[in-house]
């Protein structure tokens, strides 16, 4: 039983050695050093770790011990016009929102109390990142109920969505305006 117990390692091992072996070899069936031509690469050993740093081809040994990293998520900050969306409806609760669907949704509201049986809600889709009039596909709805259970809705096409569109594309276009100021300075 030993014996086919070696014999079982020894089987496991060589076949092991050999597909290391072989994976060293490129298409022409020759042996090659992973990494290419070495006269491409700079003979001092810091200038060659840095190298492969700086193409993604290794890590620091340092970086593995600092535990997990979250993702980066500062683009929606950094997106002039979903900023200047948000910006501008902030005065009405949100329903949902989400950056990566490219939408918003407003809860109802009624800017008035004693209207209370009257109130709308808006929904921003984005349609591209770039400021520009076609960006944007704003819907307002407007809910009229007589009671809370006697409710009608319908979407309304009057002055309001192309005026928040509007003002949404002006404070996108100060935001940006501002950013290149910004990095005009620092650089």
């Known amino acids: 039983m030993l014996s086919f117990l070696k014999l079982t390692k ?5 076949i092991i050695f050999s597909l290391l072996l072989i994976s060293c070899k490129g298409p022409d069936g020759k042996f090659k050093l992973p990494g290419g031509d070495a006269r491409k690469f700079p ?14 081809r290794g890590f620091k040994v340092n970086d593995v011990f600092k535990g997990p990293k979250g ?11 979903w900023r200047a969306s948000l910006d501008t409806i902030d005065f009405m609760p949100l329903s949902s929102v989400n950056y990566s669907g490219g ?19 808006i929904s921003i889709r984005f349609l591209t990142n770039e400021i520009r ?10 809910r009229k109920c007589n009671n809370m259970s006697n409710c009608v809705v319908k979407e309304i096409n009057d002055e309001l969505a192309p005026e928040l569109k509007k003002q949404i594309l002006k404070k996108a276009t100060l935001y940006k305006q501002e950013a290149q100021n910004k990095d005009k300075k620092n650089n």
Do not use: C, M, Q
């Open 103 to 121: 939408i918003i949704i407003t809860d109802w509201y009624a800017a008035d109390r004693s209207l209370s049986s009257e109130s709308i809600k």
């Open 10 to 14: 020894l089987f496991l091992y060589s």
């Open 43 to 56: 003979a001092d050993p810091a200038l060659r770790v840095k190298k492969n740093l700086e193409e993604g």
């Open 133 to 142: 009039s076609d960006a944007l596909d704003i819907k307002v709805f407007n």
């Open 71 to 81: 993702g980066v998520f500062d683009f929606a900050s950094s997106n002039e016009l």
